[in-house]
C-alpha cells in the first residue's frame, strides 16, 4: 500500500475516531475523493479489524471511537531525554522493523521503541501468529542490550512481564496474573504476550528486542481468528485506557525494571513474579521438549519454572515449553 493512501486511511479515521456517523457525500468532498474511493478505503480498513457501520442514508461510523496514537502526544508524556518512540501507522510487525534496523547497522539507543496501530505480520511465541487489528491493541517493541551476551538473557521475559503486570495493575486498578514464561492474564484469560528475540554472540553484547501486545478494546471479529480464551483491558477496567499514555508509561517502566536486571540480575524479581504467578500451587501440564505434570511452585532465583512431580521439585527452563493448567 503506497504512503498516500495510509495517509488518506488515517485522515478518513481522524474524522471518524468520534463514533459518530459521517456521511460519503460528506467524506468525498472533504477529502477530494469519489464516493467509490471513499468506500473502497473504508473497506480496506475493515480488512484490518475495524468495525465500521455503513447505513444507508447517514454513512459510515465507528462502532466505538477510536483513540488513534499520536507521536507529539506521547513525546509530550514522556520525561525529557527518553528514549525515541517512532509511531508507525500500518506495519508488517514492529519487532520486525526494530531487528530490521539492527541488522542494517543503526546505532540504537537502548530503550527506543516503535509501536503500531496494526500488524500484518505480527508474530507470538513458537512460531504463532498475533491477531492485530487496527487501534484495538498494543504493538509495542522494545531494544535493549545485554552487555554480557546471550546467556544474560536468562529470566528476561519474566522481568519485562513483571513489569508489564504491575504498571497495569497499578494503573487501571485490575488484579494482573502472570503465565510462565511471557503472558499476562486477566480474569483467568490471556490479555497479553511477550516475544523476546536475540541478536548477537553468546559472549559478546547482544542486541534485544522486546515485542509486547496487550488487548485493549477488541473488535467483535476477534472471536473468529483467536483460538484460546481472551480478554481485553477496557472490558474489565472502569477507567478509559489512553494508549499514548499506556506507550510512555510502558517505556519508563520497562527502563527501571531492565537496569535493574541488568545490575542485579534475575533475583530481585523471583517474588515479584511468585506474588503474581497465575498457576501457583496448581497442577498444571507441561508440554513441548518436556512433557510432565507437577504442582507449580514458581520460578527460582533465574527464572526456571518449579514443579513438584512425584521425583521431587525440578527445574524447567524457557525455550520451546508451553504451560497450561491440567485437566
Excluded at 217 to 236: E, F, V
Aim: aromatic share 8%; charged share 15%; with cysteine.
Amino acid at each position: 500500500m503506497s504512503q498516500a493512501n495510509l495517509q488518506l486511511q488515517r485522515q478518513l479515521l481522524t474524522v471518524l475516531s468520534d463514533g459518530q456517523f459521517h456521511s460519503g457525500q460528506r467524506l468525498a468532498e472533504l477529502f477530494g475523493l469519489s464516493r467509490t474511493a471513499v468506500a473502497n478505503n473504508l473497506k480496506q480498513l475493515s480488512r484490518l479489524g475495524l468495525d465500521i457501520y455503513t447505513v444507508k442514508g447517514r454513512g459510515y461510523a465507528l462502532a466505538t471511537p477510536l483513540q488513534l496514537l499520536d507521536a507529539g502526544v506521547i513525546r509530550s508524556l514522556q520525561p525529557a531525554s527518553s528514549p525515541e518512540i517512532r509511531v508507525q501507522n500500518i506495519t508488517d510487525s514492529t519487532n520486525a522493523q526494530l531487528l530490521s534496523l539492527i541488522q542494517s547497522g543503526k546505532t540504537l539507543q537502548p530503550g527506543q521503541v516503535i509501536v503500531a496501530e496494526a500488524q500484518t505480520a505480527g508474530r507470538g511465541r513458537r512460531g504463532r501468529s498475533w491477531f492485530s487489528p487496527f487501534g484495538s491493541s498494543l504493538y509495542f517493541s522494545f531494544y535493549w542490550r545485554l552487555e554480557q551476551g546471550i546467556q544474560a538473557a536468562m529470566g528476561l521475559s519474566l522481568v519485562v512481564a513483571c513489569a508489564l503486570g504491575e504498571l497495569i495493575a497499578a494503573d487501571y486498578q485490575v488484579n494482573t496474573q502472570l503465565k510462565w514464561p511471557n503472558d499476562l492474564y486477566l480474569n483467568g484469560k490471556k490479555a497479553a504476550g511477550i516475544l523476546v528475540e536475540l541478536a548477537g554472540q553468546a559472549d559478546g553484547i547482544c542486541d534485544v528486542v522486546i515485542g509486547i501486545g496487550v488487548n485493549i478494546q477488541m473488535p467483535k471479529l476477534a472471536n473468529q481468528t483467536i483460538d484460546q480464551p481472551y480478554i481485553d483491558l477496557q472490558s474489565i477496567t472502569s477507567k478509559k485506557v489512553d494508549r499514548n499514555s499506556l506507550v510512555a508509561r510502558l517505556q519508563q517502566a520497562l527502563l527501571a525494571a531492565l537496569d535493574d536486571f541488568n545490575r542485579y540480575g534475575f533475583l530481585p524479581f523471583q517474588q515479584r513474579f511468585n506474588q503474581q504467578d497465575l498457576f501457583a500451587g496448581k497442577l498444571v501440564q507441561l508440554s513441548g521438549s518436556s512433557n510432565i505434570q507437577g504442582i507449580c511452585r514458581g520460578v527460582d532465583q533465574q527464572g526456571a519454572l518449579l514443579l513438584e512431580t512425584a521425583s521431587g521439585v525440578q527445574a524447567f527452563y524457557g525455550g520451546e515449553l508451553s504451560l497450561r493448567g491440567a485437566v
